[in-house]
């Protein structure tokens, strides 16, 4: 019941930057963590970097990790992630989730609808 919508993706050439941003609504006090995960055409969901709710300790893939920053702002009930230093490989649809699970990285309970990213050579 807790729903997610993204916003923020769009077209961006290699080495640019680009900030997504996510809405949480719903019973969010539930949630152990919320992150982000990618999908590319005709490849597996992969998993991006997520911020605990507790304590916003973070963790990222490490294809990512140094270029991309997880943030969040209880006010607005907003989970960030900024992206630095673009590359091809990083074009995806993004999408947003929430986890009641302990597990950082897998068994995510809800999704966004996701947002594309394109990074153009």
């Known amino acids: 019941q807790v729903q997610l919508v993204e916003s923020g993706g769009g077209l961006v050439q290699a080495g640019g930057s680009l900030r997504l941003s996510c809405v949480a609504s719903?019973?969010?006090?539930?949630?152990?963590?919320m992150g982000w995960f990618r999908r590319a055409p005709g490849k597996e969901c992969e998993f991006v970097a997520t911020?605990?709710?507790?304590?916003?300790?973070?963790y990222y893939a490490n294809s990512v990790k140094g270029r991309f920053t997880i943030s969040r702002d209880n006010a607005k009930n907003t989970v960030y992630l900024q992206m630095n230093s673009l590359k091809p490989e990083d074009t995806a649809l993004y999408y947003c989730?929430?986890?009641?699970?302990?597990?950082?990285?897998?068994?995510?309970?809800?999704w966004g609808q996701g947002t594309q990213v394109t990074i153009s050579s």
């Open positions: 719903g019973p969010t006090f539930s949630t152990k963590f």
């Open positions: 989730a929430a986890s009641l699970n302990s597990n950082p990285s897998q068994n995510y309970n809800y």
């Open positions: 911020i605990r709710r507790i304590d916003h300790s973070t």
